[in-house]
């Protein structure tokens, strides 16, 4: 059996808490920040569960790692999650100065590290440049998302049959005056 690498062990955890996301509703994205081979913050998606809009887990492993090291800057620190990140979270690391972000799916619709926009690796002019590296555990991180997704779907379709099952007998019992024919 082949070792896992360090990159592919912190995906391994970053995707082991999407699915704390995904138990609670959410989409089942993780991440975890990582300083000299530690993990000093862990996240995971929950903006639906908190009313918060910027609660990806990218944003919460960050918020951990700066009360855990008192700092709201972390150079030389990793962070590792499960899919591309957004710009909204690109921009968090550059400004904690996170030295590496390592992500495992692409992200077609909203990714910031090549997909949809050009933020990371940072070359742009900011004040710090963040090195991005895509495609670690790429297939596993994608089916997690797929599997999420194909349950959403079949359990929203189910619920629209039902929903039109009653609305369609309601209308039957309408049109027959309530009673049964």
């Given at each position: ?28 994205v993780?991440?975890v ?6 993990i ?13 809009p ?6 919460m ?9 008192a ?6 620190a ?62 596993e ?9 194909r ?21 039957g ?9």
């Amino acid at each position: 059996m082949e070792r896992m690498s360090d990159e592919q062990r912190w995906m391994a955890h970053a995707m082991a808490l999407a699915a704390k996301a995904e138990a609670l509703g959410e989409v089942p994205v993780g991440a975890v920040v990582v300083l000299n081979r530690e993990i000093i913050g862990e996240g995971w998606n929950s903006p639906i569960t908190d009313s918060d809009p910027t609660a990806h887990a990218e944003i919460m492993a960050l918020r951990q790692a700066g009360e855990r090291s008192a700092n709201y800057r972390l150079p030389n620190a990793e962070l590792y999650v499960t899919l591309e990140p957004c710009v909204m979270c690109a921009g968090a690391m550059v400004h904690a100065r996170i030295k590496r972000v390592v992500f495992g799916a692409f992200d077609p619709k909203s990714g910031a590290a090549g997909s949809i926009f050009n933020l990371l690796p940072s070359e742009q002019p900011f004040n710090h440049r963040v090195e991005a590296t895509g495609g670690v555990l790429e297939a596993e991180c994608a089916e997690q998302l797929k599997t999420f997704f194909r349950k959403r779907r079949k359990a929203q379709r189910a619920a629209g049959t039902a929903a039109g099952n009653s609305t369609l007998a309601a209308s039957g019992a309408a049109s027959t005056g309530g009673s049964s024919i």
